[in-house]
């Protein structure tokens, strides 16, 4: 009978490691996305390994977290990825490998708990293949940026499976010990495990029917660390990065509609995407209407009516909404500027649906067993398309404005994605045009229809929209050229050379600035001042060959020896 159970065991797993490779095999040759930049290829401290970028980020925060062992971790991946041509120079395979293989270790921890919790292999099998291949978790495999996620959950796990075996006995030994080192280097891996010692109570209480007060005496170390990990991670936060809901009072309505979100995304994940651009305000509006607010509650108020029968889906519930709670808006975060929901949000939580699917399994015949399977076939199948929307930036985006046609980001990409490689002005200008409806205050997209306006002719409209783009804190590259350029075509040579000013300020690289203000100089019968214009310019880019061939242009109309001598040095300098 032993051996039977154990061979049970190592096929499930062998049948979960063929499902992980199978849905997220493909993502191996996927390229870089989204956030990668930031905490990859720009990171110039995760490679090469030395003590001084070992201890950078044990001494520093970085993006506004404070996570030291999750970027230590990415040095491994890196170490393997690195190409050798520069320091940042990566080749993705590696790290998507990584996401990989630590998302089959999840599935292989959390198969052993709900083992533990069911005693039987085939539950915790169908429960495990839930969290292995949902649609919802191609964002946290499929995405690097995401292995925060994937160690932090691998030491919750962990800490998990430890605490529960520790204390089955009643006893306080070395795998609670054990236990708590592993919270630990979950809270250093993403602060969003603040809640693990929660999920750890529901869980004790659920399997020993131990009282709260009993559990709390054995967690309060859990939650003193994590109440230091949030002290420090809130310390390094940007104050003004949080979305603000003044009103305390609509908070747990804006729980409740992320909740609902994600609900109605574990049921039907067929409309998934990285960015859902669900905003507190976006929640809010027409509140009374909005059925995610009022799915919790209806699911609620179901499994009160039937918990006699159902009773047991208490405890996966509370799992779920005990992972989600620092990310349900209760508390303002920072993402919550562009979205309170994202899939990646789900990944600890799927603990919740897991469990809910063994459970279920148990309380079912062969003809529920076989139904599950079904809707899992379903869901690794849909888990297989989506992966597929990770594969490049443009595949990305496209899903993402497919899902949510507001979403900002992702409509300003696709503008500069049909201008750069597809040449199509026109439908760059109705992008950018969608983007600054969906957000007026979104300077990019100001930015980027104001260059369009200046190519297509319309000078005067494009000065509207670069001129609020240039009253900005941060002016994006090549906006005030632009507008200089706008006002030189509507005859304002004044405001034209301002602006051309503030462009060979802001940004001295670009050189159509200084080439325009010395065209304009030599209009404006200037000719010593358009050459030295040019000289300045060749300071800051030598030999660049319209710079010189302007310069050669101007000479003749030049008076001054002493500027000509300097004329002819940078013209015959090799």
């Given at each position: 009978?032993?051996?039977?159970?154990?061979?049970?065991?190592?096929?499930?797993?062998?049948?979960?490691?063929?499902?992980?490779?199978?849905?997220?095999?493909?993502?191996?040759?996927?390229?870089?996305?989204?956030?990668?930049?930031?905490?990859?290829?720009?990171?110039?401290?995760?490679?090469?390994?030395?003590?001084?970028?070992?201890?950078?980020?044990?001494?520093?925060?970085?993006?506004?977290?404070?996570?030291?062992?999750?970027?230590t971790l990415l040095m491994i991946p890196a170490s393997l990825a690195a190409d050798g041509s520069s320091p940042t120079s990566f080749d993705p395979t590696p790290f998507h490998a990584a996401n990989i293989v630590l998302h089959f270790a999840n599935c292989a921890l959390l198969f052993?708990?709900?083992?533990?919790?069911?005693?039987?292999?085939?539950?915790?099998?169908?429960?495990?293949?839930?969290?292995?291949?949902?649609?919802?978790?191609?964002?946290?495999?499929?995405?690097?940026?995401?292995?925060?996620?994937?160690?932090?959950?691998?030491?919750?796990?962990?800490?998990?499976?430890?605490?529960?075996?520790?204390?089955?006995?009643?006893?306080?030994?070395?795998?609670?010990?054990?236990?708590?080192?592993?919270?630990?280097?979950?809270?250093?891996?993403?602060?969003?495990?603040?809640?693990?010692?929660?999920?750890?109570?529901?869980?004790?209480?659920?399997?020993?029917?131990?009282?709260?007060?009993?559990?709390?005496?054995?967690?309060?170390?859990?939650?003193?660390?994590?109440?230091?990990?949030?002290?420090?991670?809130?310390?390094?936060?940007?104050?003004?990065?949080?979305?603000?809901?003044?009103?305390?009072?609509?908070?747990?309505?804006?729980?409740?509609?992320?909740?609902?979100?994600?609900?109605?995304?574990?049921?039907?994940?067929?409309?998934?995407?990285?960015?859902?651009?669900?905003?507190?305000?976006?929640?809010?509006?027409?509140?009374?209407?909005?059925?995610?607010?009022?799915?919790?509650?209806?699911?609620?108020?179901?499994?009160?009516?039937?918990?006699?029968?159902?009773?047991?889906?208490?405890?996966?519930?509370?799992?779920?909404?005990?992972?989600?709670?620092?990310?349900?808006?209760?508390?303002?975060?920072?993402?919550?500027?562009?979205?309170?929901?994202?899939?990646?949000?789900?990944?600890?939580?799927?603990?919740?649906?897991?469990?809910?699917?063994?459970?279920?399994?148990?309380?079912?015949?062969?003809?529920?067993?076989?139904?599950?399977?079904?809707?899992?076939?379903?869901?690794?199948?849909?888990?297989?398309?989506?992966?597929?929307?990770?594969?490049?930036?443009?595949?990305?985006?496209?899903?993402?404005?497919?899902?949510?046609?507001?979403?900002?980001?992702?409509?300003?990409?696709?503008?500069?994605?049909?201008?750069?490689?597809y040449k199509n002005i026109d439908l760059t200008e109705k992008l950018y045009r969608q983007a600054i409806q969906v957000s007026p205050n979104g300077i990019m997209a100001y930015a980027g229809l104001g260059k369009i306006l200046v190519l297509k002719g319309k000078t005067k409209e494009?000065?509207?929209?670069?001129?609020?783009?240039?009253?900005?804190?941060?002016?994006?590259?090549?906006?005030?050229?632009?507008?200089?350029?706008?006002?030189?075509?509507?005859?304002?040579?004044?405001?034209?050379?301002?602006?051309?000013?503030?462009?060979?300020?802001?940004?001295?690289?670009?050189?159509?600035?200084?080439?325009?203000?010395?065209?304009?100089?030599?209009?404006?019968?200037h000719p010593n001042a358009s050459a030295r214009t040019l000289l300045d310019a060749l300071k800051v880019a030598p030999n660049n060959e319209k710079v010189l061939h302007e310069l050669e242009a101007v000479t003749p109309e030049v008076d001054d020896p002493e500027l000509l001598k300097?004329?002819?040095?940078?013209?015959?300098?090799?």
């Amino acid at each position: 009978m032993k051996i039977s159970q154990k061979y049970s065991k190592l096929i499930s797993l062998g049948i979960l490691a063929i499902l992980v490779l199978t849905v997220y095999g493909r993502s191996l040759h996927f390229n870089f996305v989204s956030d990668d930049t930031l905490h990859i290829t720009q990171n110039t401290h995760i490679h090469p390994i030395t003590f001084n970028n070992l201890t950078y980020f044990w001494e520093n925060s970085y993006q506004g977290l404070y996570i030291p062992l999750s970027y230590t971790l990415l040095m491994i991946p890196a170490s393997l990825a690195a190409d050798g041509s520069s320091p940042t120079s990566f080749d993705p395979t590696p790290f998507h490998a990584a996401n990989i293989v630590l998302h089959f270790a999840n599935c292989a921890l959390l198969f052993a708990l709900l083992l533990s919790i069911t005693g039987s292999c085939a539950a915790s099998f169908a429960g495990t293949m839930l969290f292995a291949i949902h649609p919802i978790q191609a964002e946290s495999v499929a995405w690097i940026s995401e292995f925060r996620g994937l160690w932090a959950t691998l030491f919750s796990f962990l800490a998990l499976r430890f605490y529960l075996t520790g204390v089955e006995r009643d006893t306080i030994g070395k795998r609670y010990i054990l236990a708590l080192v592993f919270y630990i280097m979950a809270l250093l891996c993403k602060p969003s495990t603040t809640i693990v010692p929660l999920l750890a109570l529901i869980l004790e209480h659920m399997m020993y029917r131990r009282s709260i007060l009993t559990s709390l005496r054995r967690l309060w170390p859990w939650f003193f660390a994590a109440i230091i990990l949030t002290c420090i991670n809130f310390s390094v936060q940007d104050p003004n990065s949080s979305m603000s809901i003044h009103s305390v009072l609509l908070r747990p309505l804006v729980a409740l509609d992320a909740l609902g979100f994600y609900i109605s995304s574990l049921l039907f994940p067929t409309s998934l995407s990285f960015g859902y651009g669900r905003t507190p305000q976006v929640a809010l509006a027409n509140s009374l209407f909005n059925i995610n607010i009022f799915l919790p509650l209806a699911l609620l108020l179901i499994l009160f009516v039937f918990r006699r029968r159902i009773g047991f889906a208490i405890y996966p519930m509370l799992l779920m909404v005990a992972a989600l709670l620092p990310v349900l808006g209760l508390i303002p975060f920072g993402y919550q500027a562009y979205s309170t929901v994202a899939d990646r949000y789900m990944y600890l939580a799927m603990i919740g649906p897991a469990l809910l699917v063994a459970l279920f399994w148990q309380h079912l015949k062969i003809v529920g067993h076989v139904s599950i399977l079904i809707l899992l076939s379903c869901f690794a199948a849909l888990g297989f398309h989506q992966v597929g929307y990770w594969k490049t930036r443009d595949t990305l985006h496209i899903r993402a404005v497919e899902v949510n046609p507001e979403s900002y980001s992702s409509l300003t990409y696709l503008a500069q994605l049909a201008f750069e490689k597809y040449k199509n002005i026109d439908l760059t200008e109705k992008l950018y045009r969608q983007a600054i409806q969906v957000s007026p205050n979104g300077i990019m997209a100001y930015a980027g229809l104001g260059k369009i306006l200046v190519l297509k002719g319309k000078t005067k409209e494009a000065i509207h929209y670069l001129e609020i783009a240039d009253r900005s804190k941060f002016v994006p590259s090549g906006v005030s050229y632009y507008l200089g350029y706008a006002y030189y075509k509507q005859d304002d040579n004044g405001k034209a050379m301002q602006s051309l000013d503030k462009s060979i300020r802001d940004y001295p690289s670009v050189m159509e600035s200084w080439i325009l203000k010395a065209n304009l100089l030599k209009m404006m019968q200037h000719p010593n001042a358009s050459a030295r214009t040019l000289l300045d310019a060749l300071k800051v880019a030598p030999n660049n060959e319209k710079v010189l061939h302007e310069l050669e242009a101007v000479t003749p109309e030049v008076d001054d020896p002493e500027l000509l001598k300097e004329i002819d040095a940078s013209l015959h300098t090799p």
